[in-house]
């Protein structure tokens, strides 16, 4: 009986606190939905990839270093994006590729248009 009905009224409160605690002060990310429909249009070379996700996930997690320019006159910058995508399609990007990118406009945050093959660099 105490098991059932009073434990879960004593740790209820204590489970809330501490998930209003973790969640609050912080802004909400950006999603890459929102980044690819309204971000500026830009090129990025991919330095790195690396996938994050299992062999069992079908739309893995893959972050890429990129190096971006996002325009003429403005330089170069470097840009970790986190993004999913198919597992297929993550076999086609290379280090070096170029690859079309939407930026926010303070370039904190991207997401790679995935919507044909990377161009070769």
């Not at 009224?9 to 929102?34: C, D, E, H, K, M």
């Not at 971000?39 to 330095?47: K, T």
């Not at 971006?68 to 076999?91: H, I, K, M, N």
Request: aromatic fraction near 6%.
């Amino acid at each position: 009986m105490l098991l059932f009905v009073v434990l879960p009224f004593v740790v209820a409160p204590l489970v809330i606190a501490f998930v209003a605690w973790r969640s609050s002060g912080q802004p909400r990310p950006i999603r890459t939905s929102v980044i690819l429909a309204e971000g500026q249009p830009a090129e990025g070379e991919v330095l790195s990839i690396k996938p994050l996700g299992t062999i069992i996930d079908m739309r893995p997690m893959v972050r890429f270093s990129l190096r971006v320019s996002a325009g003429a006159g403005e330089p170069p910058f470097d840009l970790e994006v986190t993004q999913s995508l198919p597992r297929s399609l993550v076999r086609e990007f290379r280090v070096g590729d170029v690859v079309d990118v939407r930026v926010t406009a303070d370039r904190s945050a991207g997401a790679i248009v995935w919507g044909g093959p990377p161009v070769g660099g």
